[in-house]
């Protein structure tokens, strides 16, 4: 281009990340133009939210460029965020502003930032909402040592029925780290529900899922969450609402809770009005956090002597798997506790293992989640070096998902990396504490971890830049900075 402007139509690249049809936008005050002597534009990309200084070599006029840009390109968010921008420019053709929303509020400019909109009340563009696309499952005919949906007890795999999602078709920034409970809706499964009382303390990314799915069971919940607002979509499901942990475990007979690390563990069941003010002989306490063996055994000592019974009860599985009920749950500590929650981890879960004494649960789902971080963290690092090897990113996507490499990992991250949207499924913050967490018990054994260790530099590198609360996929941007 040989002369940019502000609201010049564009296509844009951020290191890393093909080109993207953008505007050139005035920035806020408090963001600073990067220090060096490039010639560089704000960019709004669209379909986004996002922002980004660009260098002015890395910018091209969107008429000019439309046709080799759009061309082979399938990906259904690029092509959504072209037909935004070749709107908002049929609209500047005919002396509109460039959206509908600056002529419902005048006031309002297109040009100025998104969270400057965002303070004045501008209303999102909405989308046409995806349908839900249902999955089919075949029987399986193996033997295993997990709860069957069909006969409490025995030990056998059952049909397992996803229930329908209806997902939101509200855009968010690819940064954002907003999640979908409110908008997410279950079809009942066919789970008798017990007629225990259950609570769920710790209504996060994970947890707001799995208590729907109690709820959505006909299970009789009581939730708790620090941020009371986390604990509507429930509430309106028909869940009660507690006023403190110890309020929830008072109330209730089982009491599960879900939250990130080991000190939010100890601090709801220890801390002021915690779990164990309220517990007494019989309750029984689920904590299905994943934290480490040491916690684990403080926390059921804890409330084994008010009379109490304890399990843990970790999950695998991100946000999605949570939605859908179809968590695989690992369990380990008191067995009649384990049989009395038959009918909550049939909601919750396809799955469920019995994986004996205490700590055996936290220790398998840490080396899985070990696993998880450095083959992510590999993943991210073989994109960055076929960008820098002037490959073809996508290419290489598609030949994974050909090979003996694929897999959800590759299909998910590997889209969230090339697309640049990384809500939040498994946050970067709390890989991080996971890969902490499996080094301690690998410095306790003597055994060294050295793929472990390297990748938790990376998410620790991430987690310093600021993307401790975006998916742990954006571990491609410390690599890649």
């Given at each position: ?16 990340y ?6 050139i ?27 980004a200084?660009?260098k ?10 439309k ?44 040009d ?12 999102s ?21 997990y709860?069957?949906?069909?006969e409490?007890?025995?030990?056998m ?31 009942p499964r ?47 499901a ?8 110890s ?68 999950v695998?599985g ?46 398998n ?11 992510t ?88 830049m ?16």
């Amino acid at each position: 281009m040989s002369r940019i402007e502000i609201g010049d139509f564009v296509w844009a690249k951020m290191t890393g990340y093909p080109y993207w049809p953008g505007k050139i936008v005035e920035p806020e005050d408090d963001i600073k133009k990067p220090k060096g002597k490039s010639e560089m534009h704000f960019v709004r990309f669209y379909g986004t939210g996002d922002h980004a200084w660009t260098k002015v070599d890395l910018i091209k006029d969107f008429a000019e460029h439309k046709k080799s840009l759009i061309s082979g390109s399938r990906r259904s968010n690029f092509l959504d965020a072209v037909k935004e921008i070749e709107h908002a420019c049929e609209r500047r053709e005919k002396g509109l502003p460039d959206t509908s929303e600056e002529e419902s509020e005048a006031e309002s400019s297109d040009d100025e930032p998104l969270s400057k909109r965002a303070k004045g009340g501008a209303k999102s563009t909405p989308t046409k909402e995806p349908k839900p696309v249902p999955r089919k499952k075949k029987p399986s005919t193996k033997k295993s040592a997990y709860l069957s949906r069909e006969e409490p007890g025995r030990r056998m795999s059952g049909d397992i029925r996803t229930p329908d999602i209806k997902l939101s078709a509200a855009r968010r920034s690819p940064d954002s780290t907003a999640d979908a409970d409110s908008t997410t809706q279950y079809t009942p499964r066919e789970v008798i529900a017990t007629d225990k009382k259950i609570g769920f303390l710790g209504l996060g990314i994970m947890g707001s899922s799995m208590a729907m799915s109690l709820v959505s069971t006909g299970h009789d919940v009581t939730v708790w969450n620090r941020t009371t607002d986390r604990c509507t979509p429930a509430v309106k499901a028909g869940a009660k609402l507690g006023t403190s942990p110890s309020d929830v475990v008072q109330a209730c007979d089982i009491i599960f809770s879900c939250v990130s690390d080991p000190g939010a563990v100890r601090d709801i069941v220890i801390g002021n009005a915690g779990v164990l003010q309220g517990m007494s002989s019989g309750k029984g306490f689920v904590d299905m956090s994943t934290i480490d063996v040491d916690t684990v055994k403080e926390i059921a000592e804890a409330v084994c002597m008010r009379g109490g019974r304890y399990l843990e009860a970790p999950v695998n599985g991100s946000k999605k798997e949570a939605e859908q009920g179809n968590l695989v749950i690992l369990a380990a500590g008191d067995r009649s506790l384990y049989m009395d929650c038959y009918s909550c981890f049939e909601s919750m879960g396809k799955k469920t293992f019995f994986m004996g004494e205490l700590g055996n649960a936290a220790k398998n789902k840490l080396i899985m989640n070990m696993m998880l971080g450095s083959f992510t963290a590999s993943l991210a690092e073989s994109l960055t070096l076929a960008e820098k090897a002037g490959l073809d990113q996508y290419t290489l996507l598609e030949v994974l998902n050909l090979s003996g490499l694929s897999c959800d990992v590759v299909k998910s991250k590997g889209a969230a990396i090339m697309e640049g949207h990384f809500p939040a499924s498994h946050p970067l913050r709390h890989m991080q504490k996971d890969m902490k967490l499996v080094l301690q018990i690998g410095e306790e054994l003597e055994q060294p971890l050295h793929v472990a260790g390297a990748a938790n530099e990376l998410f620790k590198r991430g987690k310093a830049m600021g993307y401790g609360d975006r998916d742990m996929a954006c571990v491609y941007r410390a690599i890649n900075a």
